[in-house]
């Protein structure tokens, strides 16, 4: 399975940004639970927010909760990640994961990640 990221950007603080990660070559991303992680160079990598595969379970870690949201579009193949009111402490490189088991907030669990799209929040 091959996920691609896209949606990254430069912004201000309190902007928004829509992240999207689609099933490339024809990939289909049912059944599978997808994650979004981000990571900052010379830190740990960091959950952001898990969806079960068949969507009845949802973590948003609390760093991001009430501005961060995340879901699945079936028919497209694809799963968003919205940020609102962005901060600039949420400046990372935003990763999607896919994981065949239906449900982990664990990033070691999760079998295939994308490349990765940046989101930079500066003041």
């Known amino acids: 399975v091959h996920v691609v990221e896209s949606g990254g950007g430069l912004v201000q603080p309190g902007e928004s940004l829509t992240l999207t990660c689609a099933g490339s070559?024809?990939?289909?991303?049912?059944?599978?639970?997808v994650g979004w992680f981000r990571q900052i160079p010379g830190k740990e990598r960091e959950g952001v927010a898990c969806?079960?595969?068949?969507?009845?379970?949802?973590y948003v870690a609390n760093s991001v909760k009430g501005r961060f949201t995340m879901s699945r579009n079936g028919p497209s193949n694809t799963i968003f990640l919205q940020m609102n009111n962005l901060r600039t402490e949420d400046t990372a490189g935003y990763y999607c994961?896919?994981?065949?088991?239906?449900?982990?907030?664990?990033?070691?669990?999760?079998?295939?990640w994308g490349q990765g799209t940046q989101v930079t929040v500066f003041s």
């Open positions: 994961a896919v994981a065949r088991r239906g449900y982990t907030r664990n990033s070691g669990d999760y079998d295939y």
């Open positions: 969806l079960s595969s068949i969507d009845s379970v949802t």
């Open positions: 070559g024809g990939d289909n991303l049912d059944g599978y639970a």
